[in-house]
């Protein structure tokens, strides 16, 4: 039987954790229908602000959604043997254009690393590449210790 305790995670073990992976899911609704796509991020503690630089074919579902400005969640997690962390931010997507970059800006999307997993096909000409930024209005996590047990 497996015993575990549930714990909300301190606001510096939420920035250590967000700091130490690249990668997480963002999940966008739209009335009825949901999205969500594995994406990589930059992470400015010091702000609590991320940095997503979003590929898209001009046509895609994933565009449709972003051009609608939903609500998101961004979720990050681990684990190893017998411990699970999970950092979740919730808020709006703000689209920086290219006229708004300043060099904190580049810095920050140079933190966001393309994952192996996106792959296109197309030419790069083709792809709608944006970048934004997530400011969450509420940003937490939550460490679960499990101890195995025999019965």
């Known amino acids: 039987m497996a015993l575990d305790q549930q714990t909300d995670m301190t606001a510096s073990d939420v920035d250590a954790l967000l700091g130490r992976h690249e990668t997480g899911v963002l999940a966008l609704a739209r009335a009825d229908d949901p999205y969500a796509i594995p994406i990589s991020y930059g992470y400015d ?3 609590r602000t991320f940095y997503l630089r979003l590929v898209s074919m001009p046509d895609s579902e994933k ?7 939903p609500r998101c969640r961004l979720v990050v997690y681990e684990e190893d043997e017998t411990t699970y962390r999970s950092a979740i931010a919730e808020g709006r ?3 920086i254009s290219r006229e708004e970059l300043t060099v904190d800006h580049v810095e920050q999307y140079g933190d966001a690393k393309r994952p192996l997993f996106e792959i296109w ?3 790069k000409a083709d792809l709608d ?3 934004y930024q997530l400011d969450p209005d509420e940003l937490g996590g939550r460490r679960v210790d499990v101890d195995e047990m025999d019965v």
């Open 45 to 47: 503690a010091t702000a």
């Open 63 to 69: 565009r449709e959604f972003l051009d609608s400005s």
């Open 93 to 95: 997507l703000t689209e």
């Open 121 to 123: 096909g197309q030419t």
């Open 129 to 131: 590449i944006k970048l």
